[in-house]
């Protein structure tokens, strides 16, 4: 404010000064006109006839004008004719004057003013005025000015002080205010007034927000930390808890119990999902009240809990286990006129800080849980290292990480090899085989499918592998049209789940738009053991299959809970006989008998027969003299890998 009162007071000195010399400008010139007025016609008549008497008298009245320094008067042919008082300003100014009529100076103005008369120039005067007293004048203005300044500049001062104190104050107030608050910690320095104007509106406002955002802020937190339905932590949460606990030493060590439902998807799905939630949030409450004042109660997934205990034996650990599994199978929930008991599988695993990282951790957790749930249902497991289930969960989870990465840009692969099938009742120079799925990890070692095929299966991976094979294989055949005509039949196995998985169906409906392929070359086989519940589900869509001409054969035969019923009303092409019957029916008539059997039933239904495990020449003149359509194993063939065919 101070500064710009002195913006103000000096803008305004020369502002007034700039005007005051205009007005003076212009009141000299008005006073050398006036001057020259008086005396026009004395000049005039001195011009058109000179005496001495006329000259004196202008002299004279000339005198009478203090301001005037010197005139000359010049006839009408420009000769100076009449001077007056001193002309020396007027010969140093003389360019200047030449150009124009009025000339200002620092200290003189110069003027120049016609004599005319009835429309005639008769001559011109020059007059050289002295400014001294209008400079006079303009200083005391500005003297005037300069002593109003500091009077000007104090009441300024205090007028900013006052506008401050009014004003500019309360503003620095909510400044610091929101500097110092943080209601995302529910930290507010609230600020106050005694004013009953816009000052308090603006403070009540500010007040107001930063209650409502450390109310959001706390809801947030909340919802962020907590699970929806039974308002217990959530996995995040206790992931954060054990992250501290895994840093944080304390005398007795911590314990992680890990609690899954048994069997809570019957109840899903025979009750429904509300009712289903309405056990959960009844559960929560019931298992509260057994637990530690201490303990970090969270719902980590739809029916899986953890809790994390703090300074924890384990011998009292294990009590809480057993408690816990006493309790959780006394409960009953009913709903209307259903009752439902429940059940659960916990695993406990003891710690202590830097024991683990939180992925070993949990993977620990996760291992013994597997363990518990192995053994049937209500039952437990402390978490052992050396434990050969957990070793085998702890396998069987790194090779599902294996085969996420095959399936995907690596680093570990699947590479598909083909074992043939070749006929036994007639020579053929058409080729036939069946796709196998081959692995490596990153190390380029070698998983058996023994191994990687199980941990597909229990981590529910088996369509996207099979939908890796049937694709993979598909791209690789169509570029070669010569090998698709030398082809008689390619089989490709499914698993059960892979028939009613939707992903899986999709694929195989965009694979008949996108590849130019003689389908019913194509076989999917399907094992019995999972025939009869997938074949009921997916009806409509085997139907689909059918209509495209795709064969379907029933793999290891034999060795399944179905019947030779089932094999009657079943919709299969081809017959795959168990390689156990054949590896035994050289010593085994009982063996060579079911062989004949299934090979006369598949005839009847115009089926064909495939016999596994082929080893020998033996069980090749053998199975030929029984009617077995086709052989596949070591004699006939070994797999190769899919690229090798291509060079064929």
Do not use: C
Request: aromatic fraction near 10%.
């Amino acid at each position: 404010m101070t500064l710009i009162i002195v913006v103000v007071e000096t803008a305004t000195l020369f502002l007034v000064l700039r005007i005051q010399k205009e007005e003076n400008n212009k009141n000299a010139i008005v006073e050398a006109k006036a001057i020259t007025q008086s005396l026009n016609n004395d000049l005039l008549k001195y011009l058109l006839n000179p005496s001495a008497d006329m000259l004196s008298d202008i002299n004279f009245r000339l005198s009478a004008f203090k301001k005037i320094n010197t005139m000359i008067l010049f006839d009408e042919n420009n000769n100076p004719i009449y001077k007056y008082g001193d002309i020396s300003n007027i010969s140093l100014n003389e360019s200047k004057i030449s150009k124009k009529d009025i000339v200002f100076t620092d200290d003189d103005l110069f003027i120049k003013n016609r004599l005319t008369a009835q429309g005639y120039n008769f001559g011109y005067t020059l007059l050289d005025i002295d400014l001294t007293s209008f400079k006079i004048k303009q200083e005391q203005i500005t003297n005037t000015i300069i002593m109003i300044f500091p009077f000007a500049l104090i009441f300024g001062i205090f007028l900013s002080l006052f506008l401050s104190k009014s004003y500019t104050q309360p503003f620095l107030n909510l400044i610091n205010s929101m500097r110092k608050s943080d209601p995302t910690k529910d930290k507010i320095v609230k600020v106050k007034t005694n004013a009953n104007n816009e000052i308090k509106e603006l403070f009540e406002g500010f007040n107001n927000l930063m209650k409502q955002i450390s109310q959001s802020s706390k809801q947030l937190r909340f919802q962020a930390s907590h699970d929806q339905l039974t308002n217990i932590f959530n996995r995040y949460y206790l992931e954060e808890k054990l992250q501290e606990a895994l840093k944080s030493e304390n005398k007795n060590g911590y314990s992680l119990f890990n609690i899954d439902l048994d069997q809570f998807k019957l109840i899903n799905d025979s009750a429904g999902n509300q009712v289903g939630d309405e056990l959960l949030k009844m559960l929560v409450v019931y298992f509260n009240t057994i637990l530690p004042k201490n303990s970090i109660f969270a719902r980590v997934d739809g029916d899986s809990f953890m809790v994390l205990l703090d300074n924890e034996t384990i011998d009292e650990s294990k009590k809480l286990l057993d408690l816990s599994l006493e309790k959780l199978s006394d409960f009953r929930f009913s709903n209307q006129t259903e009752t439902f008991s429940v059940s659960a599988s916990i695993s406990l695993v003891h710690f202590k800080a830097y024991q683990y990282t939180l992925k070993e951790l949990l993977k620990a957790s996760s291992s013994a849980l597997y363990t518990a749930k192995q053994k049937g249902r209500n039952k437990s497991h402390i978490y052992d290292a050396s434990d050969e289930n957990i070793k085998r969960f702890s396998i069987e989870l790194d090779t599902a990480k294996y085969i996420k990465e095959a399936l995907n840009d690596g680093p570990s692969r699947f590479e598909l090899f083909a074992q043939d099938i070749v006929p036994l009742q007639e020579k053929s120079d058409k080729i036939g085989y069946e796709i196998l799925i081959r692995m490596w990890d990153k190390n380029n070692n070698f998983i058996s499918p023994a191994d990687f095929l199980p941990a597909a299966e229990r981590y529910q991976l088996m369509a996207d592998i099979d939908t890796y094979v049937l694709w993979t294989y598909l791209e690789t055949v169509t570029k070669d049209k010569d090998h698709i005509n030398k082809l008689h039949s390619a089989h490709i196995n499914l698993a059960g789940s892979s028939l009613n998985n939707i992903d899986f169906q999709r694929k195989v409906k965009e694979a008949i738009e996108h590849f130019d392929f003689p389908w019913e070359k194509l076989e999917l086989e399907i094992t019995e053991s999972s025939a009869i519940g997938s074949f009921n589900v997916a009806n409509e869509f085997i139907s689909w299959l059918k209509s495209k001409n795709i064969g379907l054969a029933l793999d290891d035969f034999g060795t399944g809970m179905a019947s030779f019923e089932y094999l009657k009303n079943m919709p299969f092409d081809v017959v795959k006989i168990d390689g156990s019957f054949v590896k035994d029916m050289h010593v085994d008539p009982t063996d060579k008998a079911v062989i004949k059997y299934i090979q006369e039933i598949a005839s009847l239904k115009n089926q064909e027969t495939v016999a596994e495990y082929v080893e020998t020449k033996e069980d090749v003149e053998e199975l030929t003299k029984l009617g077995i359509t086709y052989g596949q194993g070591y004699y006939l063939g070994k797999p190769r890998p899919l690229s090798s065919w291509l060079e064929d």
